[in-house]
């Protein structure tokens, strides 16, 4: 028997159904005092789990050696498990122990409770448990949206007058060119404001547009019917699309119409002070073409112009249109094949700058779209296939070109040395998934700015690489992830706004921190843990994945970000299906 539980008399109901497991059921006093006392330091998805899916959590390391699972609201006991052995995380300085009970599979509102060691946070398992999660991590991108009011019918509380109009933006000197002297006045309407800030970069903006898109394409069930109250809701596409398109007609805009390159954002000249977007009357400027910039939009709207084949009725011209304005950009490129952004000395909003590259990874990823779009090879010549890939994001973006080849059905030698370089990146999160005492495949190199999205985006090369090739352990290692940014992490936070018993509440954004909502606007993303602290608040931890705050003041662990969200969108529609 478990010490500190030996007084309560269980019934054992069934045993054998269930390797490992037993089913009981005992009553336990509510608000059990030994459970409380602990405080939660069992970590789990807060917002819970499918029925026929993993179901993990974590425990401290305990003498223990037997975890229950509680009713929660009665706190009577459903189920018995055994603890795993423990093992440990270095990252997060800690021993501990895992409460299996994937097979466990009877929706209802559920606790793990572990003698000595407390009781989770109550989470549900239920088939529809990711709904609100997916929606609100989409609607995010609505409430971010620039150039438009967010009114009440579509935003209830969280209603403000428009932001930006950016139909007044200037050229900055150093994006001065003949036919767009420094000085002139061009028009930017529309796009998401990229972050807590509220500037347009394109670099970023791609990445999150191209998810978002390959989500859609990926997921068309999900989506299909999915309505999330937007203005556009009641047309005949899916709202995901209608909510990317407002950005790529943003996206368009930054491409400058006489010679195809790319501006690298649109900016204030330093990052906005206090109040809502309609409060802000700054100078908006067009700054500097970047081949990074440019090459990216060559990739998101190759890709786009693929997406938009299915919507011919609904937007005729759109596919054509992108391709030719991708096709543009690739030229411009060619022309100016290392143009780096180099921030102005008079800005210091993002930079999202390339620091010591080579640009390749862009080459890469441009080539590879272009040629799944048009189908033609040449885009390819002079260009290999990347030899270290790195997980997706945006100063990364090869392991993007080897989605595009490895998805195309073709057997030519860069579509197949594509799919092993996927199954290969995959296999290696599988060991870091098995090694890590959290079953997490998160290492040190991980825990950097937007270490959230890092998560993110390695399940998404999980995914993408279970549609090359089934293997029993990616789509557990990437709902690992998701479990992570949802509260299996050592923070014992759910990093998504509104959603979990202890979600962020003051993260870095803007809009929620001047809107007088105690709220933080739902379905956000925070950056997550990273020991940079680049801010200078004052972290609970140097541990990489305990230093976190979610204070207003840490924009280095607590901001939230379009380019973040955008891979939570993916993975939550993969994992819910
Ligand atoms: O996500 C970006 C991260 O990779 C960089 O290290 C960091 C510092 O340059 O900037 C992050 O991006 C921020 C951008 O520069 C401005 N808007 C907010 C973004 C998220 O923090």
Known sequence: MIKGLIKFSCRLLRAPLIQGLMFASCLLPAGNALAQAAGARIHLNQVGFLPESGKIAVVPDTPVGEFWLVDAKTGSEVLRGPLSQAQTWDV?????????????????????????????????????????????????????????????????????????????????????????????????????????????????????????????????????????NIPESADAVPDLLNEILWNIDWLITMQDPHDGGVYHKLTDLRFSGDGLPHEQNTNRYMVQKSTAATLNFAAVMAYASVVMRDYQKQFPGRAEQYLQVADRAWSWAKKNPKVLYVQPQEINTGAYAMVNETLQDEWFWAAAELFRASGKKAYMSGIGLPENPRVPEWSSVEGLGLFALARQNGTDKLQQGARDLLLSMADRMVREYWQSGYLVPMTEVDFRWGSNAVALNKAMVLLMAERLRPNKDYRPAARALLDYVLGRNPTGYSFVTGFGTKSTLYPHHRISHYDKITAPVPGMLAGGPQPGWQDKCKYPSRLPAKSYLDDWCSFSTNEVAINWNAPLVYVVAALRE
Not at 109 to 115: D, E, F, S, T, W
Not at 134 to 141: D, E, G, M, N, V
Not at 143 to 159: E, L, V
Not at 216 to 226: E, G, I, K, Q
């Open 92 to 228: 997060a300085g800690e021993t501990v122990k895992i409460a299996d009970f994937t097979a466990f599979n009877k929706p209802g509102y559920y606790r793990i409770r572990v003698a000595d060691a407390g009781e989770s946070p109550p989470f549900h398992i239920q088939a529809n448990v990711y709904d609100g999660v997916l929606s609100a991590a989409i609607k995010y991108f609505y409430f971010n949206r620039a150039s438009a009011p967010i009114d009440a019918d579509h935003a209830g509380q969280f209603a403000r007058p428009a932001g930006h109009p950016d139909t007044l933006v200037y050229i900055h000197p150093s994006a001065a060119s003949d036919k767009r002297p420094a000085g002139t006045v061009v028009s930017s309407p529309k796009g998401w404001y990229d972050a807590g800030d509220y500037n347009k970069y394109s670099v970023n903006s791609g990445i999150s547009t191209y998810t978002l898109l390959v989500a859609l394409a990926d997921f068309p069930r999900v989506f299909a019917d999915m309505r999330l």
